[in-house]
């Protein structure tokens, strides 16, 4: 694609390094903003330099936060003796969207994955073993994706906790509700047929 | 959906504004941006407060350009007797690539829409008017939407020239090359048997 403005040819750029945003998508959303108002586009432009400045991490969860320490590791009411353990701030929203969960949570900022360069040492996992090993932790519930790099991550942390008296628990894998048996493949299939609970258990709603 | 984050709710308010985008993948564009390096965010951040500022359009035919007179209006090359409008500058750069046009553009920045309130007055059809009243100008050819809002604009721009010597054509509305006949829908069908041509002329390149 070539262009006839080198402004438009940086924004093009920039738009499309977005996952999942090609360089028609991204001149469309360039010429969107180009008819906006003035200080709407100068508006984003500070809210963008602003998430590189001012973003703060929760110090105990590592999740994003506008304080040091987040709404939920700062909630009294919460459990802290349950820590879930998820790959990044959308899981947390996504967990508490269920309003079933109760703990606090440990964001891991990634997922082991060799292909990509992620290794152990760019996640929190020492962080996570640091608070096993000084607080009042009893349990860690690993809620990390379904995939190769979520059980190889889940298999990590599961082996570093092996000194600890800490129980690790993973988030039940299986039929997701409203889902037809006949179309479920088979290593799901096989998962949930394994992992079955008493009847009385799989109607907590 | 709920943040914990002020700053992140509110750069996912300005990414989910942008066509097409919803609120999952605007907070996806959100965390990517996050991850990676202050320089190239700030940078993102620099070249959208630009588009406002710097981008200048082309005093002839108002398309985008980084200088007062855009490439094509100031080529000697061009055949600036033959003038294309068209809606905006996507068009524009879709036409260049076709490599088979050698005379100049005429950006209309929309299309009459009285759904969307946009009427001729909020388009450059004026400047046009005046373009082929003083200048040069031979051939009109309207290279608009095969929509409804575009079929209307070319009628009012059709009306407004009727005045002027100047031939006013249309492109071609027919079958895509590649296209099966069996699956085209029977207004184009219709149309292209309708405008047919002569047959070595539709064995141009």
Chains 1, 2 share one sequence.
Do not use: W
């Amino acid at each position: 694609m070539e262009f006839s403005s080198k402004l438009i040819e940086q924004a093009v750029h920039h738009f499309s390094r977005l996952p999942g945003v090609g360089k028609k998508s991204a001149l469309r959303y360039v010429l969107y903003l180009i008819k906006q108002q003035t200080d709407e586009v100068n508006d984003f432009s500070d809210v963008l330099r602003a998430l590189k400045q001012d973003l703060k991490f929760c110090k105990t969860c590592h999740t994003i936060s506008d304080h040091d320490i987040c709404d939920v590791c700062a909630n009294p009411l919460r459990n802290h003796q349950q820590v879930c353990v998820v790959q990044d701030y959308r899981d947390v929203m996504a967990i508490e969207n269920t309003g079933l969960y109760k703990g606090v949570y440990h964001v891991l900022g990634g997922l082991i994955s060799p292909m990509d360069g992620i290794g152990p040492a760019n996640l929190t996992i020492e962080s996570l073993v640091e608070k096993v090993s000084e607080g009042p932790v009893q349990e860690i519930i690993l809620a990390l994706n379904a995939t190769m790099e979520g059980e190889t991550t889940c298999f990590y942390i599961y082996k570093k906790l092996a000194g600890f008296e800490v129980a690790v628990s993973s988030i039940a894998r299986g039929i997701a509700v409203g889902d037809e048996l006949e179309y479920t493949d088979e290593v799901t299939l096989g998962r949930s047929i394994q992992n079955r609970v008493p009847y009385t258990n799989s109607l907590v709603k």
